[in-house]
Nanobody, 121 residues
Framework: QVQLVESGGGLVQPGGSLRLSCAAS????????MGWYRQAPGKQRELVAT???????NYADDVKGRFTISRDNAKNTVSLQMNTLKPEDTAVYYC???????????????WGQGTQVTVSS
């Protein structure tokens, strides 16, 4: 019912920047919170940043001041601008969008397929 497509991952040198984008499509009635999570090899998936429908943001401590999350409510997209990247930022990054569909008006969390970010020289 709802499909999320991520883009923007890749290989970057330490200190570099990347921008991740996630677009939701399908039978969407409305969206609530959106966010980015990441999972490094051998580790659990962790929160990177979230943004509410009103624009309030929350960041993990180790990305504060380096990453910026934003959203476009009209397009049902969420983006993550990542600056000053470090090797420890290497992970698969997943977007998550909480949405209501026309089929069921309860809020359901939908996940993207993940995009690899590798920070290495």
């Amino acid at each position: 019912q709802v499909q999320l497509v991520e883009s923007g991952g890749g290989l970057v040198q330490p200190g570099g920047s990347l921008r991740l984008s996630c677009a939701a499509s399908g039978n969407i009635f409305s969206t609530n919170a959106m966010g980015w999570y990441r999972q490094a090899p051998g580790k659990q998936r962790e929160l990177v940043a979230t943004i509410t429908s009103g624009g309030s943001t929350n960041y993990a401590d180790d990305v504060k001041g380096r990453f910026t999350i934003s959203r476009d409510n009209a397009k049902n997209t969420v983006s993550l601008q990542m600056n000053t990247l470090k090797p420890e930022d290497t992970a698969v990054y997943y977007c998550k969008i909480d949405a209501r569909t026309y089929t069921t008006l309860r809020i359901v969390g939908y996940w993207g397929q993940g995009t690899q970010v590798t920070v290495s020289s």
